[in-house]
């Protein structure tokens, strides 16, 4: 079965760090892209952060200059530096792994997600 191993979410200040982690294991195709979704209360996941097995990275307008997603191919796991964070990044993020480019495909694969919570 796929798993996708999600840490580092955590309760932070306004202007603090959080980084977070996702192993995948077990997935059984190649991945394309790794991507974190955002859900915050009341709304559907969104994109944050997404890179694909080649490098290339896409970010949310809201988090540009302060989350950097990364990747290590070799062990199938996804990294999101998130610096800076504000209140209205709060919400559920979600580990999502696909075998295609296009993000407006559906994720193959989510998490079960970790909370991550910016107080004021």
């Known amino acids: 079965q796929v798993q996708l191993a999600e840490s580092g979410g955590g309760l932070v200040q306004s202007g603090g760090s959080l980084r977070l982690s996702c192993a995948a294991s077990?997935?059984?195709?190649?991945?394309?892209?790794m991507a974190w979704y955002r859900e915050a209360p009341g709304k559907q996941p969104d994109l944050v952060a997404g890179i694909s097995t080649g490098g290339v990275t896409k970010y949310a307008d809201s988090v540009k200059g302060r989350f950097t997603i990364s990747r290590d191919n070799a062990r199938d796991t996804a990294y999101l530096q998130m610096n800076r964070l504000q209140p209205e990044d709060t919400g559920i993020y979600y580990c999502?792994?696909?075998?295609?480019?296009?993000?407006?495909?559906?994720?193959?694969?989510w998490g079960q997600g970790t909370q991550v919570t910016v107080s004021s």
């Open positions: 077990e997935v059984g195709f190649t991945i394309n892209v």
């Open positions: 999502t792994i696909s075998r295609y480019s296009d993000y407006t495909m559906p994720r193959d694969h």
